[in-house]
T-cell receptor, first 115, second 113 residues
Framework: QKEVEQDPGPLSVPEGAIVSLNCTYS??????FMWYRQYSRKGPELLMY????GNKEDGRFTAQVDKSSKYISLFIRDSQPSDSATYLC???????????????FGKGTLLTVNP | NAGVTQTPKFRILKIGQSMTLQCAQD?????MYWYRQDPGMGLKLIYY???????DKGEVPNGYNVSRSTTEDFPLRLELAAPSQTSVYFC????????????FGPGTRLTVT
């Protein structure tokens, strides 16, 4: 089983739709969860950051973490054509000693929002 | 504050040639990383560094070398380019304190023919 699984899509939705993007993971030590957005021919940029379980909202974006199910989600409300991008989930464990240097990434989901 | 910068943006190499991909950051981050991204394959870690003078291998280090003589710079060296190294290369950095997110550069698109 891969450490992080993410459906690569592609996902195509009409403008204004609610989008749900998901990742599952196997390492129960993961505690920090991130979503990156990557536009075509650009570098990934951090979109959402959450620690442990729960929800975090930022404008039209909501990140959700369910550690009991090892499942994280990103919801986009009122999706816009400018949201068309690849979305990558990423996560990090906390090692004994309190630090870790690596992120484990999903392979990314390609989203297209059609006007 | 430019963040993470990478040069060149694009490069075409012939098989067997060598080149250095440059990466610099102005955020005083201790941790720096090199990834390659192939279509549908996500980001794969090549090398990383936790500070000047300290580097270590990631998942896919073969065919690459790195050095870290300053906090700001983390160049990636390809010694004998092979077609399998055709990819998009991203450099990233992270602060040793606080949150765990990495900041990425714009990438270098490399083709080896």
């Amino acid at each position: 089983q891969k450490e992080v699984e993410q459906d690569p899509g592609p996902l195509s939705v009409p403008e204004g739709a609610i989008v749900s993007l998901n990742c599952t993971y196997s390492n129960s030590a993961f505690q920090y969860f991130m979503w990156y957005r990557q536009y075509s021919r650009k570098g990934p940029e951090l979109l959402m950051y959450t620690y442990s379980s729960g929800n975090k909202e930022d404008g039209r974006f909501t990140a959700q973490v369910d550690k009991s199910s090892k499942y994280i989600s990103l919801f986009i409300r009122d999706s816009q054509p400018s949201d068309s991008a690849t979305y990558l989930c990423a996560m990090s464990a906390v090692l004994s000693g309190g630090s870790n240097y690596k992120l484990t990434f999903g392979k990314g989901t390609l989203l297209t929002v059609n006007p | 504050n430019a963040g993470v910068t990478q040069t060149p943006k694009f490069r075409i190499l012939k098989i067997g040639q060598s080149m250095t991909l440059q990466c610099a950051q102005d955020m005083n981050h201790n941790y720096m990383y090199w990834y390659r991204q192939d279509p549908g394959m996500g980001l794969k870690l090549i090398y990383y560094s936790v500070g000047a003078g300290i580097t270590d291998k990631g998942e896919v280090p073969n065919g690459y070398n790195v050095s870290r003589s300053t906090t700001e710079d983390f160049p990636l060296r390809l010694e004998l380019a092979a077609p399998s190294q055709t990819s998009v290369y991203f450099c990233a950095s992270r602060s040793v304190q606080g949150r765990y997110e990495q900041y990425f550069g714009p990438g270098t698109r490399l083709t080896v023919t």
